[in-house]
């Protein structure tokens, strides 16, 4: 189990530090996490109200009363991208980058506390143009965009016979750096540069409700609208200035889902989440995002090996707020999933894959299509070992007496 913790950790560190890349993430944040975990992902990215599993899923607070062993949970996200434009150019890019980490904790009875970490809106993208001239002065033109806004939050969640509830304080933090440059082939020219660095920072707060009726399961999510805030730098080859930054809002969400058990071993979900954009920028629409999937889970240590396998699989639709070449853009994407069971049921690798498409390049000039794998952890209680019943014990000796 210690062998487990190190890798885990090592994988982290190296992740965290690599990021999800998008062409269009001039436009805003294209790229989204939302607390998702590897099982939700690989059904539609429906995660909402699921109360038939040990969910790990914290889009929705209250399902972490489904755990009742401490639970530790990750994963590493990977994958290609395929830039394209109306011009039919087209560029392979490669990404990765450490989803969400959360820890929960069974308390006394229904209680249930815990900890999660998120990469929550991401928007990352480095541009170099081809050679140039401009009366007659050549250059390079390179921009880079570095955008990223991490959740953090401790939830509580209590399990009763009327409706679950989870409530989740949350503390949102990141950055904006996007960096400009013209590189002059004639090296008696000044090379143009400037860095724009804006940091924001709040706290929030979400609601969440769930409660199983029968074969269905109902799940209701709130996540409240923050104004995030922070300080703006702005540098050149010459001089730099600070300033306060304008910010960025994290728009109000209303989610719903619903999960239907049809038999002992196969179940339906659909998710719908709606944001409020519009309350953020007038040049922001709302957006809704519809995903549904379908799973089998089939009982734990029962029938041939293939047959124990867990699999997953999904679509979903996605509207994106922001426009490009004053057109909507749209994402869809097909998943699938399988989890590799391990020892006992609650401890198992969660796998998923997504294909998905961004934009269309005839109305939106870009459109991007990706390919990702995605990597779970879950059930490691790293705060309990099996006992080793390896000991000295006494042998009874049989009582002889009375024996003819």
């Known amino acids: 189990m210690k062998k487990q913790n190190i890798i885990i950790t090592i994988l982290l560190l190296i992740v965290g530090m690599l990021n999800a890349n998008s062409i269009f993430s ?8 939302k607390s998702l975990d590897t099982y939700s992902l690989g059904m539609g990215e429906t995660g909402c109200s699921d109360l038939f599993r040990a ?4 889009m929705n607070p209250s399902l972490a009363v489904t755990i009742n062993n401490v639970n530790y949970a990750t994963a590493i996200k990977a994958g290609y991208v395929k830039y394209e434009d109306n011009l039919n150019n087209s560029f392979w890019d ?49 921009h880079k965009l570095h955008s990223e806004i991490y959740n953090t939050e401790v939830f509580y969640a209590f399990k009763n016979k009327i409706v679950n509830i989870g409530i989740s304080g949350k503390y949102y933090f990141g950055n904006r750096v ?16 400037y860095e724009n660095n804006q940091t924001y920072k ?6 969440g409700l769930s409660k199983k009726i029968n074969n269905f399961s109902f799940g209701l999510v709130y996540i409240n609208k923050t104004k995030l805030t922070g300080d703006k ?42 944001e409020r954009w519009e309350q953020t920028s007038d040049d922001y629409r709302n957006t809704l995002k519809i995903g549904g999937g379908f799973a089998y889970d089939p009982l734990w240590g029962y029938g041939k090996w293939y047959q124990r396998i867990p699999v997953r699989a999904g679509a979903y639709f996605r509207q994106l707020p922001f426009q490009s ?13 399988l989890s590799v069971p391990l020892k006992t049921p609650d401890k198992k690798i969660n796998i998923a894959f997504k294909a998905s498409k961004r934009g269309d390049s005839s109305h939106n000039q870009y459109q991007e299509s990706s390919y990702f794998i995605s990597i779970g952890f879950s059930g490691f209680d790293v705060f309990k070992s099996r006992v080793k019943k390896t000991g000295v014990r006494e042998i009874p000796i049989p009582d002889k007496s009375g024996v003819q």
Not at 26 to 33: A, C, H, L, M, R
Not at 55 to 58: E, K, Q
């Open 55 to 58: 969910s790990t899923s914290l």
């Open 178 to 193: 996007e960096y400009w440059s013209q590189d002059f082939q004639d090296d008696s020219l000044f090379n143009a540069a």
């Open 233 to 274: 730098k702005y540098t050149t080859i010459h001089n730099d200035f600070t300033t306060v930054s304008k910010g960025y809002t994290i728009p109000q969400e209303i989610d719903f889902g619903t999960t239907w058990k049809m038999t002992n071993t196969i179940k339906y979900s659909l998710d719908m989440n709606y």
């Open 325 to 337: 070449q004053n057109n909507d853009v749209d994402e869809i994407g097909l998943t699938l999933g």
């Open 26 to 33: 001039f436009y805003g944040f294209p790229n989204e996490q």
């Open 202 to 207: 709040n706290p929030g707060f979400s609601l």
């Open 94 to 142: 490669n990404t990765s980058y450490m989803p969400y980490f959360n820890v929960i904790l069974p308390l006394y009875k229904n209680h249930r506390l815990g900890f999660n970490f998120s990469s929550y809106l991401t928007a990352n993208i480095d541009q170099k143009s081809d050679l140039m001239t401009v009366d007659d002065l050549s250059y390079y033109e390179n």
